[in-house]
């Protein structure tokens, strides 16, 4: 299930940029953030693909959404300036971010190439 981010919740699982000067990842297996909002159309055709894609790969990627009109402060600290953003963490090295409004099959290829992993579930 994707679970939605606040500024707690943020520094708790993903970064504590309060705490750390370097990118230090909080989790341990990888994670894609859907930064978005209510009003965006690309962002609404995309939360139910991060939905389907929670499931499919359970256990192995953390699904996470971000809602930029009320955590500003994160979206603030990532430079988001167009929705949706797609923030890819693997468990080391540093995040990638992608912007725009993938279809399903592009996002499966991005964690694949990413992450290394496949999914959970074949649907």
Known sequence: MTEHLTKQ???EK???????QEWKYEGTV??????????CGPCRMVGPII?????????????Y??????????SAAFGIR???SLLFIPVEGQPKMATGAYPKEDLKNIIAQ???VTPSIIV
């Open 51 to 63: 939905d389907e894609l929670s499931t499919e790969y359970a256990g192995k990627v953390n699904f």
């Open 65 to 74: 959404k971000i809602d930029t009109e009320a955590e500003q402060e994160l």
């Open 9 to 11: 919740t943020f520094l």
């Open 114 to 116: 990413e992450f290394n």
């Open 14 to 20: 993903i970064f504590n940029y309060e705490k750390n």
């Open 82 to 84: 167009s929705i949706p």
């Open 30 to 39: 990888p994670a894609v953030i859907d930064f978005w909002a209510e009003w």
